[in-house]
């Protein structure tokens, strides 16, 4: 057996457990969230240099002073462990509540001090200490100084539920620094995007899409919203709306378990690549389901997409 020690007290961990996992399974009071190395929340600092796997999406200097995400290392050695004690959560305050759909909540936060960010990176918010979840921003930077965020409701989802029923206007949430590269850049302007998204996906891709049109974007811009049924395609509406408004942009509604003369019926990766077999200059963005994701990275890349002209975020299960 193996120890790991943790502010100046010694644990066991068992082979093959995350850092994280032993931490938890004796009572340590840790803050995490999404298990999946993406939300950072399970950020610490080791004695030993960690392997790569587990400094994954890590900035240069975190990974200088040996920084790690709990929630991926399965170490073979005795560890010592300090936590890193700033993550950069701001406290914003909420200034809008409206549902979007039965299950998906569009919330409005108003930040405290000046909040600068991307249109369709995520954030931390945190409900407590061990109730922390990652939510991608809809929004583009405004002078406002609020972002949007769509929040699906779970049963039994202990930060869904709250925000739904109890969250209410003015309450104030601890906000992290933005993260992710699934962002527009003003370079694209003459390039075509291809957007596709399923379920709450569809929040960063409405921000990448607003923030090209609202840059002039001149390039052709087609996003591909997915659902099981058409309740799922929340902003039908106002992507309809979107899309006369602008000749360069196109939204196409896809369900898979419902026949409706709205929609096309099947999957919005099959539409998408089926609809478009050459990608070569094309920037490709995917977002939801983290299954769909995959399969469509490979599928982008194989239409000819550049490796480094398709981004993406994977929506694991925020409960």
């Known amino acids: 057996m193996s120890i790991l020690k943790y502010r100046e007290r010694e644990y066991s961990y068992h082979r093959g457990e995350t850092i994280l996992e032993a931490l938890l399974r004796q009572k340590v009071d840790l803050s995490y969230g999404c298990k999946q190395g993406i939300c950072q929340t399970c950020l610490l600092r080791s004695n030993i240099n960690p392997p790569d796997y587990a400094q994954i999406n890590l900035t240069k200097n975190q990974r200088f002073n040996n920084c790690f995400l709990a929630c991926q290392w399965r170490p073979e050695e005795d560890i010592s462990l300090v936590p890193v004690e700033s993550q950069g959560f701001v406290n914003a305050g909420v200034v809008s509540k409206s549902l979007l759909s039965q299950d998906v909540l569009r919330l409005t936060?108003?930040?405290?001090?000046p909040f600068e960010?991307?249109?369709?990176?995520?954030?931390?918010?945190?409900?407590?200490?061990?109730?922390?979840?990652?939510?991608?921003?809809?929004?583009?930077?405004?002078?406002?100084?609020t972002a949007e965020f769509h929040i699906r409701l779970f049963n039994n989802g202990q930060f869904s539920q709250w925000a739904f029923?109890?969250?209410?206007?003015?309450?104030?949430?601890?906000?992290?620094?933005?993260?992710?590269n699934c962002i527009y850049s003003s370079e694209y302007t003459d390039e075509s995007l291809l957007l596709i998204g399923t379920g709450t996906g569809l929040a960063?891709?409405?921000g990448i899409v607003t923030d090209a049109l609202e840059h002039g974007?001149?390039?052709?811009?087609?996003?591909?919203?997915?659902s099981h049924y058409s309740e799922g395609l929340y902003l039908n509406t106002e992507l309809n709306q979107l899309s006369e408004k602008y000749g360069n942009f196109c939204y196409t509604g896809c369900v898979s378990r419902e026949e409706s003369a709205a929609f096309f019926r099947g999957r919005a990766n099959d539409k998408a690549f089926s609809q478009y077999p050459d990608l070569k200059g094309w920037r490709v963005f995917v977002c939801g389901n983290p299954e769909m994701v995959?399969?469509?990275?490979?599928?982008?890349?194989?239409?000819?997409?550049?490796c480094g002209h398709i981004f993406s975020d994977a929506f694991v299960l925020n409960r």
């Open 109 to 113: 936060l108003e930040f405290h001090k």
């Open 217 to 226: 974007h001149s390039g052709r811009i087609h996003l591909f919203h997915g």
């Open 165 to 180: 029923n109890e969250l209410a206007l003015g309450d104030v949430i601890p906000v992290s620094e933005p993260k992710g």
């Open 204 to 206: 960063p891709l409405l």
């Open 117 to 145: 960010f991307h249109a369709g990176q995520f954030v931390n918010l945190k409900k407590s200490e061990k109730v922390i979840r990652s939510y991608s921003i809809a929004s583009t930077p405004n002078h406002s100084n």
């Open 294 to 306: 995959k399969v469509s990275q490979k599928l982008a890349f194989l239409n000819g997409a550049s």
